[in-house]
């Protein structure tokens, strides 16, 4: 294993990558591009070709996101500012606009595909040819399920059933079926993560921020969303050049909550170089948590208000050297 690491590590300086490798990846989520009458889930055209900038000229090393993965499985270091990619829903602009400028730009990036409404060649969506021709280009593709439903509230049956459809019209029309999952919303639980390994993916992603890093379950990776509101330049510089705050035992184990509102929320630091007392902890919705630390590694995290039904995204940050912020978020759903 030591003998392989230094390889890797040489062959990456000797393609002028930076020398200092890391377990992390910064994912970005897009959605749309350029479909300025919808702000919240579109970039502007001039945003994305700024983006393009800012990660070449930040050194941002943009990699597949299955290469990501596999490091994460198999203990293989990654570069320093490794980025990568990632479009959900098979909007049609992802395919005129966003790929044109990333191919030109030498970036890969995995596209999130629900299949109903490719099937139903519902307007605004790319057809099943486009896919194909992404695919052919070296675009991975992932699944998105079958109808884009909030899974945590359908029925188990329903929830395999989206998975198991979903993974035959893959394979129907592109050979193959995906092994890369993103939940709809970024809305999965215990239940759904356990689903989507039983229905053969290799990992699974969510639409909270944070840095993915090898240490944390691959079937609930965190992506940085990016749209009109969050997609100036210094968002893009912040988030793929973040760095990890690795932890374990969070509470509630389970994002998605049943039973107890507001839940004790928490988990615990595993770095000793990541200081509790430093972090800043933010709800959506504008709850103002209250945050605690527990001896030197055990944060613990209280709203003072139940949650509302749906989402509700946690994020706690610390600055870190060199100007690159440290971060990590869950994202809890309430029925």
Same mark, same amino acid.
């Given at each position: 294993m030591m003998i392989l690491r230094f390889l890797i590590l040489w062959v990456l300086i000797g393609i002028g990558v930076q020398a200092r490798a890391a377990d992390s990846a910064s994912i970005l989520l897009y959605h749309r591009f350029a479909e300025n009458d919808l702000p919240s889930t579109s970039v502007r055209l001039e945003q994305l070709d700024a983006h393009i900038n800012t990660l070449r000229e930040t050194g941002a090393q !943009?990699?597949?996101?299955? %290469?990501?993965?596999?490091?994460?499985?198999?203990?293989?270091?990654?570069?320093?500012?490794?980025?990568?990619?990632?479009?959900?829903?098979a909007f049609l602009s992802a395919y005129t606009i966003a790929w044109p400028r990333w191919r030109d730009a030498g970036y890969s990036f995995t596209l999130f595909v629900a299949t109903e409404a490719v099937d139903r060649k519902l307007p605004?969506?790319?057809t099943w040819d486009q896919i194909r021709e992404l695919r052919?280009?070296?675009?991975?593709?992932?699944?998105?399920?079958?109808?884009?439903?909030?899974l945590p509230q359908v029925s188990d049956k329903k929830l395999a059933e989206e998975l198991a459809y979903s993974n035959r019209r893959f394979k129907e029309e592109l050979g193959h079926r995906p092994n890369l999952i993103a939940y709809p919303y970024g809305e999965a639980g215990v239940r759904e993560w356990r689903a989507a390994k039983a /229905?053969?993916?290799? /990992?699974?992603?969510? %639409?909270?921020?944070?840095?993915?890093?090898?240490?944390?379950?691959?079937?609930?990776?965190?992506?940085?969303?990016?749209?009109?509101?969050?997609?100036? !330049?210094?968002?893009?510089?912040? !988030?793929?050049? /973040?760095?990890p705050i690795p932890v374990t035992d969070w509470s509630p184990a389970d994002p998605v909550l049943t039973n107890t509102n507001p839940p004790p929320f928490g988990f615990t630091l595993t770095d000793p170089k990541i200081k509790g007392d430093r972090l800043s902890c933010?709800?959506?919705h504008g709850i103002q948590p209250v945050v605690s630390l527990l001896g030197n590694?055990? !944060?613990?995290?209280?709203?003072?208000?139940p949650l509302p039904a749906g989402r509700t995204r946690l994020n706690c940050t610390l600055p870190g050297r060199e100007g690159r912020w440290h971060w990590v978020?869950? %994202?809890?759903? /309430?029925?």
């Open positions: !943009v990699l597949p996101l299955a %290469q990501i993965v596999e490091a994460f499985e198999k203990d293989i270091p990654l570069p320093d500012r490794a980025v990568a990619l990632s479009v959900d829903d605004g969506y790319m052919d280009a070296g675009v991975t593709i992932g699944s998105q399920t079958t109808s884009h439903p909030h /229905a053969g993916f290799k /990992a699974g992603f969510g %639409q909270h921020s944070g840095v993915a890093h090898g240490a944390e379950d691959r079937f609930y990776l965190p992506r940085f969303s990016l749209n009109e509101q969050y997609g100036d !330049v210094a968002r893009v510089k912040l !988030v793929s050049g /973040a760095r933010y709800m959506s590694s055990r !944060v613990e995290i209280r709203s003072p208000d978020g869950r %994202q809890f759903f /309430a029925k």
